[in-house]
């Protein structure tokens, strides 16, 4: 690919460097670049939820990288110190005859908590932009960290949530602890329940990364800005783009 194309463009800025010496030893280095993915459900501004129940989410598909079981582990931390606490796991679970999701369902119908825990299942995409924004914290428990190649990730920092992640291996600068994103200690559920019951507690935190997330979603992760930096990558002229 780094002989054929005019321009390699990766999602994440440390992909980039990592690909960097052996695209210099085929002289190609000036030909990579970095093109963030953008929302895959176009957000919508964050509900105001004064006095409501705590109410924690997430948007994604099930597999092993998205470390799902942390959440359940949070949620059982969380409900302890505050019962009014609600879990929703968005998107497409996946169906009942994947052995994997038929033990992930049977581990939210044994929570402690299970009547708080609510999955619907597949949903359009307006729909789950709406549910996000009634959420007050969004937990992203993929284990490459907070990244610049998720889909969902932008639209919870679009609609303003305060974002619980951790900084992994795909974790680019963009992401600032205690300015747009919250970082845990571990992809575990009691390092995750600290963090969400810290945000819980301190509404001027909750609002610093709140407004932090939206900003860094209207810099870099907006699709009119992605479009933006594909233009400036192929210098508008024709290229052959991988």
């Not at 964050?46 to 705590?54: S, T």
């Not at 019962?83 to 044994?110: H, T, W, Y």
């Amino acid at each position: 690919m780094l002989t054929a194309a005019d321009r390699l463009l990766v999602t994440v800025e440390r992909r980039a460097h990592q690909i960097s010496a052996l695209a210099g030893a085929v002289g190609r280095r000036d030909r990579i670049g970095v093109v963030r993915v953008g929302p895959g459900a176009l957000p919508i501004k964050k509900a105001a939820r004064a006095g409501r129940r705590l109410r924690l989410g997430t948007f994604s598909t099930f597999g092993k990288d998205k470390r799902f079981y942390a959440l359940l582990d949070c949620f059982r931390i969380v409900h302890a110190r505050r019962p009014d606490a609600e879990l929703v796991i968005l998107g497409d679970l996946g169906a009942d005859s994947d052995r994997r999701v038929r033990a992930f369902r049977r581990a939210i119908s044994e929570h402690p908590a299970a009547a708080n825990i609510r999955t619907p299942g597949k949903q359009d995409l307006a729909t789950i932009a709406g549910e996000i924004a009634e959420l007050d914290v969004y937990l992203f428990t993929m284990q490459t960290g907070a990244n610049t190649r998720s889909s969902t990730l932008p639209v919870a920092l679009g609609t303003g949530l305060p974002v619980v992640a951790t900084r992994g291996v795909e974790t680019d600068d963009l992401f600032v602890d205690g300015v747009n994103v919250m970082f845990a200690d571990r992809l575990s559920g009691d390092s995750f329940a600290a963090a969400v019951l810290a945000l819980a507690e301190r509404n001027d935190l909750a609002e610093r990364l709140s407004q932090g997330a939206m900003a860094l979603y209207d810099a870099h992760l907006r699709w009119d800005k992605i479009g933006e930096q594909l233009l400036a990558q192929i210098d508008g002229r024709p290229s052959r783009v991988s």
